[in-house]
């Protein structure tokens, strides 16, 4: 049977289209979920893509966080359903409080698109086990919000979980502390990241590079395994 995984499309959204795709390539069926859905469509996980919801109006994620397909999407995460943010869906999970932190403009004030080296510092979570600790890849990166924040006392708590998921190498392009570019609950279920995976799936787009297909291959086969 083939894995069904929902890509959330909220007003705003920019990346579904190419997240379905990405999926579709690692071999899952996409399933297309709007934000005004109640039910999830017993799909087996659930992506939050990139963009700008709701305009980004308030804080970025702050408004799409109360929609109504986050409330069984919140309820069903907690119970182990397997999530993903990338970028604008990361930014709606910390506002959910599904991932500790907060994300603020970048400390350069300005839009940002570039590809992104990134160090994978945990590759035990549902969306990394592709993945090697250590491994440097490279993933592009777009936003104007992505300075990823949180106290000391969080920021201790992740490095001395394992819970940093991806740090930034060789630039941090938007001040996050600890060059902190992606986050994972204590589950493993929960991921979320500002570089965007899905644009680098096929050597002919994005990086040139396959290097995020790992993420849309990780949860298949732990879809698979079960």
Known sequence: MTARIGV???PGSLDD??????????GAEPVALWHKDKDLKQVDAVVLCGGFSYGDYLRAGAIARFSPVMEPLIEQAKAGLPVLGICNG???????HLLPGTMLRNNHLHFICR???LRVENAETAWTSDYTAG????????NIDGQYVADQHTLDALEAEGRVAFRY????PNGSNNDIAGVTNEAGNVVGLMPHPEHAVEPLIGTGRTDGLPFFTSILKKLVNA
């Open 90 to 96: 990361f930014q709606i999970l910390t506002e959910a």
């Open 169 to 172: 190498l060789d630039v941090n």
């Open 135 to 142: 491994q440097e890849i490279h993933i592009p990166l777009k």
């Open 115 to 117: 590809d992104q080296k």
């Open 17 to 26: 289209r190419d997240t379905q795709r990405a999926i579709r390539l690692a």
């Open 8 to 10: 959330v499309t909220f």
